[in-house]
């Protein structure tokens, strides 16, 4: 593929550094909010044991998903993986199911930024602070992929530096007692009790990293995807891993960490135990912490527009989100598209506030189930593929294969059947979702016979 250019008009700009800024954007939000929620069904020594298990599974995804990305590097990502290896409704499922995990995190994470600005603004609707962040940075992302990609770096390193400053200002009020009081599920000892909390707060383990594997939807705006992708996403995850790891234990351990689970801002919250209302650092966090969630938000826009034009280049989508702005070679009518479904999720409260959580929890859990099903699809397609197409140019590897795509396919299939079994409400709706599409799909089968199979995937090798 050439460095200047892509098919179908997108520009291929972006360097290893900036696909790094995006694989570590597109997740850090998830080190600033989020997460808290799997401490108030698991406590904090029983997320921790749900953490670790979430973080060997993407370890080993992340590994075999590069083999694919570096093979297929295609805007569609995980769609032309399993459109490659099953075909049509293999192409669909894994392509919606991408579509529900990127379109419906951002609402989470605008609602996020505005829970922040709120704190420093009391009087401010975190609901119309959400829709205006929507706005600003729909705007930024048409404008062109270097400029987003660039931005996407300097907040993704300004999030980092301001992960590492909470943990250095809360470290001398931290207290191993206070981080493992109540640890278990409530309980001060592990016991069989302690095993429900721990499974039903898998999607919230999941949000540490969940939309790492967006980097794949940059494929064809990378300068060489082949060797780039693979060092972004494996320095990527190690970063994730260290954080999300640091972020938990210092927060947890400066009070009564109950009281930061079911909120949207628990850095905040926990730095305010230490340094008090009124102190310039709380003031620092709130405003640089938005820099974390920006980054993702930012950089998850990117991936669900990609992931939008692809569908639609390939027919599955409407033919007329394919367009690629004539002046900035970006895929303006997708971006905007996926920004409308997300800010009407911000105001859906009615519709996606049940089962007893949040809206922002319900939200987070729809695209988690998105997620899971796209993972467990990947690795399937990973083996099709080494079966089918053995001399398909990899010029990445997994290791120790096939241990580690099993390992990454039966973690995300026991984390659907959980996420599942503990939220069958919001399980009936993505089911309900991936259904309609379905039928759509159906329907318009006319647009894909312009677009065959042999022709997507020739355009990957």
Same mark, same amino acid.
């Given at each position: 593929?050439?460095?200047?250019?892509?098919?179908?008009?997108?520009?291929?700009?972006?360097?290893?550094?900036?696909?790094?800024?995006?694989?570590?954007?597109?997740?850090?939000?998830?080190?600033?909010?989020?997460?808290?929620?799997?401490? =108030?069904?698991?406590?904090?020594?029983?997320?921790?044991?749900?953490?670790?298990?979430?973080?060997?599974?993407?370890?080993?995804?992340? *590994?075999?998903?590069?083999?694919?990305?570096?093979?297929?590097?295609?805007?569609?990502?995980?769609?032309?993986?399993?459109?490659?290896?099953? $075909?049509?409704? $293999?192409?669909?499922?894994?392509?919606?199911?991408?579509?529900?995990?990127?379109?419906?995190?951002?609402?989470?994470?605008?609602?996020?930024?505005?829970?922040?600005?709120?704190?420093?603004?009391?009087?401010?609707?975190?609901?119309?602070?959400?829709?205006?962040?929507?706005?600003?940075?729909?705007?930024?992302?048409?404008?062109?992929?270097?400029?987003?990609?660039?931005?996407?770096?300097?907040?993704?390193?300004?999030?980092?530096?301001?992960?590492?400053? *909470?943990?250095?200002?809360?470290?001398?009020?931290?207290?191993?007692? %206070?981080?493992?009081?109540?640890?278990?599920?409530?309980?001060?000892?592990?016991?069989?009790?302690?095993?429900?909390?721990?499974?039903?707060?898998?999607?919230?383990?999941?949000?540490?990293?969940?939309?790492?594997?967006?980097?794949?939807? !940059?494929?064809?705006?990378?300068?060489?995807?082949?060797?780039?992708?693979?060092?972004?996403?494996?320095? $990527?995850?190690?970063?994730?891993?260290?954080? !999300?790891?640091?972020?938990?234990?210092?927060?947890?351990?400066?009070?009564?960490?109950?009281?930061?689970? %079911?909120? %949207?801002?628990?850095?905040?919250?926990?730095?305010?135990?230490?340094?008090?209302?009124?102190?310039?650092?709380?003031?620092?966090?709130?405003?640089?912490?938005? *820099?974390?969630?920006?980054?993702?938000?930012?950089?998850?826009?990117?991936?669900?527009?990609?992931?939008?034009?692809?569908?639609?280049?390939?027919?599955?989508?409407?033919?007329?989100?394919?367009?690629?702005?004539?002046?900035?070679?970006?895929?303006?009518?997708?971006?905007?598209?996926? $920004?409308?479904?997300?800010?009407? =999720?911000?105001?859906?409260?009615?519709?996606?506030?049940?089962?007893?959580?949040?809206?922002?929890?319900?939200?987070?859990?729809?695209?988690?189930?998105?997620?899971?099903?796209?993972?467990?699809?990947?690795?399937?397609?990973?083996?099709?593929?080494?079966?089918?197409?053995? %001399?398909?140019?990899?010029?990445?590897?997994?290791?120790?294969?096939?241990?580690?795509?099993?390992?990454?396919?039966?973690?995300?299939?026991?984390?659907?059947?959980?996420?599942?079994?503990?939220?069958?409400?919001?399980?009936?709706?993505?089911?309900?979702?991936?259904?309609?599409?379905?039928?759509?799909?159906?329907?318009?089968?006319?647009?894909?016979?312009?677009?065959?199979?042999?022709?997507?995937?020739?355009?990957?090798?």
């Amino acid at each position: 593929m050439s460095t200047q250019s892509a098919p179908h008009g997108l520009s291929a700009t972006l360097g290893t550094w900036q696909l790094w800024g995006i694989a570590v954007g597109l997740v850090i939000s998830g080190e600033y909010f989020g997460w808290s929620f799997g401490w =108030a069904s698991a406590g904090t020594l029983g997320f921790m044991v749900t953490t670790v298990m979430v973080a060997i599974m993407y370890g080993t995804f992340i *590994f075999s998903f590069t083999e694919l990305t570096a093979s297929i590097p295609h805007a569609g990502g995980p769609f032309a993986y399993s459109y490659h290896a099953f $075909g049509p409704l $293999g192409g669909y499922l894994a392509g919606m199911a991408t579509l529900i995990e990127f379109v419906f995190a951002p609402p989470a994470i605008a609602l996020a930024i505005g829970a922040y600005l709120n704190v420093q603004y009391p009087s401010l609707d975190p609901k119309i602070a959400a829709t205006c962040a929507y706005v600003v940075f729909m705007g930024l992302n048409i404008v062109g992929v270097t400029i987003a990609a660039t931005f996407e770096l300097f907040v993704t390193l300004l999030a980092i530096f301001e992960l590492l400053v *909470f943990m250095g200002v809360v470290a001398p009020g931290f207290e191993m007692a %206070n981080f493992t009081k109540g640890g278990w599920s409530g309980a001060d000892e592990f016991s069989v009790a302690a095993l429900p909390g721990i499974f039903a707060a898998i999607p919230f383990a999941i949000w540490f990293f969940l939309a790492i594997e967006g980097v794949a939807m !940059a494929a064809e705006e990378a300068k060489d995807p082949k060797r780039s992708i693979p060092i972004a996403y494996t320095c $990527g995850i190690l970063t994730l891993v260290v954080l !999300a790891v640091g972020v938990m234990m210092f927060a947890g351990g400066v009070g009564d960490w109950t009281k930061l689970a %079911n909120i %949207n801002d628990p850095l905040p919250q926990a730095m305010k135990i230490i340094v008090g209302e009124s102190s310039g650092w709380l003031h620092m966090l709130v405003w640089l912490g938005l *820099f974390g969630l920006v980054a993702s938000f930012h950089g998850i826009i990117l991936g669900y527009s990609r992931q939008i034009y692809a569908q639609a280049r390939a027919g599955y989508l409407p033919p007329w989100f394919a367009q690629v702005h004539p002046r900035f070679k970006t895929p303006h009518r997708a971006i905007i598209a996926g $920004g409308v479904v997300g800010i009407a =999720a911000i105001f859906s409260d009615e519709l996606l506030s049940f089962g007893g959580q949040s809206l922002t929890a319900n939200i987070v859990t729809i695209s988690v189930l998105g997620a899971l099903t796209m993972y467990a699809m990947s690795m399937v397609a990973l083996f099709k593929l080494r079966a089918t197409e053995p %001399n398909l140019e990899r010029p990445y590897k997994v290791p120790f294969y096939p241990v580690f795509p099993t390992i990454a396919l039966a973690g995300a299939l026991v984390c659907l059947a959980t996420v599942i079994w503990f939220n069958p409400l919001l399980a009936g709706l993505y089911a309900g979702i991936l259904v309609a599409g379905y039928g759509y799909h159906l329907a318009t089968h006319h647009h894909r016979a312009a677009q065959p199979i042999a022709a997507l995937a020739s355009e990957t090798k």
